[in-house]
């Protein structure tokens, strides 16, 4: 059964008409064609548990398309507004608040990388001092740490190139069976 089916089946109106369609609306007409319909009122009719349940499946197929396009047009409403607040950010705005309004605000401690967290024992750990030189563009950069010369003596040390990749090239070890 696809869906202008359906919508015959529970006479409701197709195409533009059938957009202004709610889960309500939806409900109220099932519900009364589902009473005049139903078997028990109709004991003589044969057809009747056929007919009820083929209203009962147009039903659910059209309560799951009207949920369905609910949601699309849900998401992109959300979808509308974040790209708008995304555009006020960038024109420096503060957005934080309309962020929370919307439940997509995240504060800053959750986002990037904290630099008193060592990564490697080979990188040598940012200080107050070094974390602000880092940061501005007025430090001189002898206080900042070769982090390019630690990443090298780690790919070193772990038998990696530069590039990451192992000294020796790729090897499958015996017995191991490659497929393509």
Known sequence: MDLREALGLLRLPAGDAGQALTPETLRRQY??????????????????AERFQRLGAAYALVLQTVHAEAS?????????????LLMRALQGEQVEEQLRA????????????????????????????????????????????????????????????????PVGGFEIPAGTE???
């Open 102 to 165: 919307l439940g997509e605000y995240r504060p800053p401690a959750a986002f990037g990388i904290d630099p008193a967290v060592l990564f490697d024992s080979r990188v040598p750990p940012l200080n107050a001092n070094n974390h602000r030189a880092a940061c501005s563009d007025s430090g001189s950069g002898s206080e900042e740490p070769d982090v390019q010369q630690a990443f090298s003596r780690a790919f070193q040390d772990d038998g990696l190139t530069e590039e990451g990749d």
């Open 178 to 180: 490659v497929y393509f």
């Open 72 to 84: 699309l047009l849900d998401e992109q409403q959300r979808a509308s507004s974040l790209l708008d």
């Open 31 to 48: 519900l009364k064609l589902a009473l005049r319909t139903h078997p028990d009122k109709n004991p003589g009719d044969e057809g009747a």
